[in-house]
């Protein structure tokens, strides 16, 4: 594994721009609570041992309360089938270089979060993209077209890493094409990494799909506490797998990291997680009014603006139509409005043209309407 990875560009734009802009209107997560409603919603016992918490270090899988109610969170697995990591970024980071050797073929969609191409890159495997959509400008439509994806597997193809509901096209695959691409990959031997960060808040929940991990013997489900939970100062995630010499392979790579979870966090994640449909409920509602909110704002624009809902998760992609291209129109938002968004450039790649007339925005966050509103107030003034 080469330690030179390239810059994570979304990630430096957001370290530049994240706490010094005024109004952030492209957050990825879901409105987070303080620590005491956290708490709140624990019971008298669950606050008792938070209060008399040791802090030493905690087992590298997990602690064995933390891991059985990870494993309730499935249909089909048992506090054996999770591992627990600081955070998705270092369950992706482990799980996209320990599976696969030089030689070896992966596939990865895009757009995409940037770690699921980069880390297998740095790692000297051939990485190959597999666009997200399939038409352009006003006709582009996202979709997992299975058969292009079958037409590039390989002999040596040993691992897909997907993301659904998609950061940042908000897009998910239908119940369907997801079980026949993980029978597909299953069958012939491909490991899919399945980031599903933002599973638990899409507003039309006919459209949750199943975890990977509980229709695919094979795969390993990647989830955190950070996005449709609202709660990534906990810095808990996890992968869930029936493979456990596979999740042995990722412990032991673990112990290069971080060693263990923060135990506070560790308590505070099985609170969150057994009360997950209030906190799941609350960010869906959020999601919804954002939605309603933005569409209606963004009809008011036609000649700027072609804004599609997201099908999953707490972000989108729309189209900027403006003359002076979204990458202008973002620098002039956030440098002399103090609007955040993000333009499609930070989600360019290696792997080939992405739609570059798009930005990211938020729909997750209480205060979308104050942060809309000054997106309208810079869109009136120019
Ligand atoms: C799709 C996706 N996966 C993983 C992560 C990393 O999550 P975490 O902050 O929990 O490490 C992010 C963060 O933006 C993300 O958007």
């Keep these: 594994m080469s330690t030179r990875l390239p810059d994570f560009e979304l990630e430096t734009y957001f370290s530049r721009w994240e706490f010094a802009a005024e109004h952030h209107l492209t957050a990825s997560d879901a409105e987070s609570m303080s620590l005491s409603a956290l708490l709140a919603l624990g019971t008298e016992e669950d606050r008792e041992a938070f209060d008399q918490l040791h802090l030493g270090y905690t ?18 697995t048992e506090s054996e089938d999770i591992l627990g990591f600081a955070g998705a970024g270092e369950a992706i980071f482990w799980a996209m270089q320990v599976f ?34 399939s038409g352009e400008g006003a006709d582009l439509e996202w979709t997992l077209d299975l058969e ?29 094409t997801w079980l026949a691409f993980n029978a597909m990959c299953h069958e012939r031997g491909i490991i899919v990494v399945s980031d599903e960060v933002y599973r638990g808040v899409e507003t039309n929940p006919a459209n949750t799909i199943a975890a990977a991990v509980d229709i695919n013997p094979s795969a390993l489900s990647i989830n955190v506490t950070s996005k449709a939970y609202g ?49 799941l409920d609350r960010n869906r509602q959020i999601v919804a009014s954002n939605d309603a909110l933005v569409t209606e704002t963004f009809a008011a624009y036609p000649d700027l603006f072609d804004y599609s809902s997201p099908v999953g998760g707490c972000v989108c992609f729309p189209r ?39 930005f990211r925005i938020g729909l997750g966050r209480t205060n979308v309407d104050q942060s809309l509103a000054a997106f309208v107030n810079f869109l009136d003034q120019r």
């Design 59 to 76: 087992p590298t899988w997990g602690t064995p309360l933390l891991r059985q109610t990870i494993a309730d969170t499935y249909d089909t």
């Design 231 to 279: 709660l990534p100062g906990l810095r808990v995630g996890w992968v869930a797998s029936h493979d456990r010499e596979a999740l042995g392979k990722l412990e032991r790579a673990k112990h290069y990291t971080s060693i263990c979870n923060a135990g506070p966090s560790e308590l505070l994640t099985v609170i969150a997680l057994k009360n997950s449909s209030t906190i």
């Design 100 to 133: 696969t050797e030089p030689g070896d073929h992966v596939i990865v969609p895009f757009p995409n979060y940037q770690s699921m191409e980069s880390v297998p890159v740095a790692a000297g495997v051939e990485v190959e993209g597999f666009e997200l959509w």
């Design 148 to 176: 292009r994806f079958e037409a590039m597997i390989r002999p040596t193809t040993r691992l897909v890493g997907v993301n659904f509901p998609n950061n940042p096209t908000g897009f998910v695959p239908d119940h369907e």
């Design 320 to 358: 900027y139509l403006g003359d002076d291209g979204v990458d202008a129109m973002c620098r002039d938002a956030v440098e002399n409005h103090g609007v955040l968004l993000l333009p499609a450039r930070i989600y360019q790649t290696d792997l080939g043209p992405i739609p570059n007339d798009r």
